[in-house]
Nanobody, 115 residues
Framework: QVHLVESGGGLVQPGGSLRLSCAAS????????MGWYRHAPGKQRLVVAT???????NYADSVEGRFTISRDNAKNTVYLQMNSLKPEDTAVYYC?????????WGQGTLVTVSS
């Protein structure tokens, strides 16, 4: 069983930065894709960024150029560096990890962008 632990959320002023981390633990044979999603109040959960095992990345248009996803395969950890944060980035951010025939979600971490 794979377990995810997220960290790094919090309150930040507009224009500020935060870095989210998500570490996978448990019986892990191989992790393929890793990603971050967010769920804002009154909206659907949407993809923010994804990264493949070999480092290919994709970003939502709304965060392109401001957010950077990265991963450390040796540590089974994925990161999301968020810069130039805007109030509309406020949401619960969820980590997603996909293996060959399994998928796990993190518990979510709240990011609030407000002055």
């Amino acid at each position: 069983q794979v377990h995810l632990v997220e960290s790094g959320g919090g309150l930040v002023q507009p224009g500020g930065s935060l870095r989210l981390s998500c570490a996978a633990s448990g019986v892990i044979f191989r992790i393929n894709d890793m990603g971050w999603y967010r769920h804002a109040p009154g909206k659907q959960r949407l993809v923010v960024a994804t990264i493949t095992r070999v480092g290919s990345t994709n970003y939502a248009d709304s965060v392109e150029g401001r957010f950077t996803i990265s991963r450390d395969n040796a540590k089974n950890t994925v990161y999301l560096q968020m810069n130039s944060l805007k109030p509309e980035d406020t949401a619960v951010y969820y980590c997603n990890v996909v293996g060959r025939n399994w998928e796990v979600w993190g518990q979510g971490t709240l990011v609030t962008v407000s002055s």
